[in-house]
T-cell receptor, first 114, second 109 residues
Framework: DVKVTQSSRYLVKRTGEKVFLECVQDMDHENMFWYRQDPGLGLRLIYFSYDVKMKEKGDIPEGYSVSREKKERFSLILESASTNQTSMYLC?????????????FGPGTRLTVT | SQQGEEDPQALSIQEGENATMNCSYK?????LQWYRQNSGRGLVHLIL?????REKHSGRLRVTLDTSKKSSSLLITASRAADTASYFC?????????FGKGITLSVRP
């Protein structure tokens, strides 16, 4: 089974802190995605990557950056956390050539910024 | 902007009953997918239906797609308490995957 793991299930950070959310998948997937999930808004795509060193902006990239130095790892960075970034963050991956089909999700990181 | 809109927002049924959830969308699509999310967890891909398909089955799941009405339905037959979760439709259009806001399904034992 594909496994997508995220470094923390719950995280509490202070406003202005730099925050790293790590995501690792173990099935050699080329495609990786970061979403945030908020009540009443569903899932919104922040960034995605179809290869190492490659990144593309999603629908809501402002305030975030990403890093993909290795194929299995995709990191989401909040350069200066703000309270409106309190959310559930979900990482996903998919098979080569599948891109938008059948994504495998991690368990999520619930981030609270105080 | 949201592409898929699920209906109803919440559904409560008795174990053994069938659950029907609907999804409507605005623009033409390449495919439509349904995902399940158990409380506080990540999403799990359930089933995909392509724009040239009308119906697909997977175990107790049946998905239909009506492109003329721009709508899809997910039917879960003989529901179980373990089916309690949030269900999301997601559409692929113009190389973009867009999730709806989700339906909360509660199955009472």
């Amino acid at each position: 089974d594909v496994k997508v793991t995220q470094s923390s299930r719950y995280l509490v950070k202070r406003t202005g802190e730099k925050v790293f959310l790590e995501c690792v998948q173990d099935m050699d997937h080329e495609n990786m995605f970061w979403y945030r999930q908020d009540p009443g808004l569903g899932l919104r795509l922040i960034y995605f990557s179809y290869d190492v060193k490659m990144k593309e902006k999603g629908d809501i990239p402002e305030g975030y950056s990403v890093s993909r130095e290795k194929k299995e790892r995709f990191s989401l960075i909040l350069e200066s956390a703000s309270t409106n970034q309190t959310s559930m963050y979900l990482c996903a991956s998919s098979r080569p050539g599948q891109g938008l089909i059948g994504q495998y999700f991690g368990p999520g990181t619930r981030l609270t910024v105080t | 902007s949201q592409q898929g809109e699920e209906d109803p927002q919440a559904l409560s049924i008795q174990e053994g009953e069938n659950a029907t959830m609907n999804c409507s969308y605005k623009t033409s699509i390449n495919n439509l997918q349904w995902y399940r999310q158990n409380s506080g967890r990540g999403l799990v891909h359930l089933i995909l239906i392509r724009s040239n398909e009308r119906e697909k089955h997977s175990g107790r799941l049946r998905v239909t797609l009506d492109t003329s009405k721009k709508s899809s339905s997910l039917l879960i037959t003989a529901s179980r308490a373990a089916d309690t979760a949030s269900y999301f439709c997601a559409t692929v259009s113009n190389s973009k995957l867009t999730f709806g806001k989700g339906i909360t399904l509660s199955v009472r034992p």
